[in-house]
């Protein structure tokens, strides 16, 4: 099985293990405060609650389990609160919600996920740290000099292959590394 396959099978495993219904209870109230404190009229934050608990029943199968489930439904929510700005054609309210505001929005700077993102900073980069020195010297060339594979082969002195292929050994051995 090819590490594309497993990762889809396991994506698709974790969305068919998810309680919806456990979700729903365990952050509705939080999810109704979110959505309150961003539509004034209080009839259409709870149309926007209903909207988004249907949204997320329907496109569930879609849910991959790249982040927590809840996070994934309150990032549902924010689209519909864009949506119903837009429906409204308040366009200085629209500019108030542009992308990293409503990225910020989303995190709502919860102590648990400020935690669970510095501890996945830190496997990261004690994951890279871990690395052989020739893969850093990559690393360092494409993330920090904003090079390209062929600047990585001329400074190395070795094939564009080998590039490519040691580089996706690495990605490979970090996601293992990372996410284990």
């Given at each position: 099985?090819?590490?594309?396959?497993?990762?889809?099978?396991?994506?698709?495993?974790?969305?068919?293990?998810?309680?919806?219904?456990?979700?729903?209870?365990?952050?509705n109230k939080k999810l109704l405060n979110f959505?309150?404190?961003?539509?004034?009229?209080?009839?259409?934050?709870?149309?926007?609650l209903q909207m988004t608990c249907l949204e997320v029943l329907r496109n569930r199968h879609k849910f991959m389990g790249a982040s927590r489930p809840e996070t994934w439904v309150f990032g549902i929510a924010v689209n519909l609160i864009r949506n119903y700005y837009k429906s409204q054609h308040s366009v200085g309210l629209l500019?108030?919600?542009?992308?990293?505001?409503?990225?910020?929005?989303?995190l709502e700077n919860d102590p648990c996920d400020l935690t669970e993102h510095r501890q996945l900073l830190q496997n990261t980069l004690d994951s890279i740290d871990s690395l052989a020195p020739d893969?850093?010297?990559?690393?360092?060339?494409?993330?920090?000099?904003?090079g390209s594979y062929q600047d990585?082969?001329?400074?190395?002195?070795i094939p564009?292959?080998?590039?490519?292929?040691?580089?996706?050994?690495?990605?490979?051995?970090l996601k293992t590394r990372i996410y284990a």
């Open positions: 099985m090819t590490p594309d396959i497993a990762e889809t099978q396991f994506a698709n495993d974790v969305a068919l293990n998810v309680n919806w219904d456990e979700v729903f209870l365990t952050h959505i309150r404190k961003r539509i004034a009229n209080p009839e259409d934050g709870e149309d926007i500019e108030c919600l542009d992308d990293e505001i409503t990225a910020d929005l989303l893969i850093k010297s990559m690393l360092s060339i494409l993330v920090e000099e904003e990585v082969a001329q400074h190395l002195n564009l292959g080998t590039v490519r292929s040691r580089l996706s050994r690495a990605r490979e051995a």
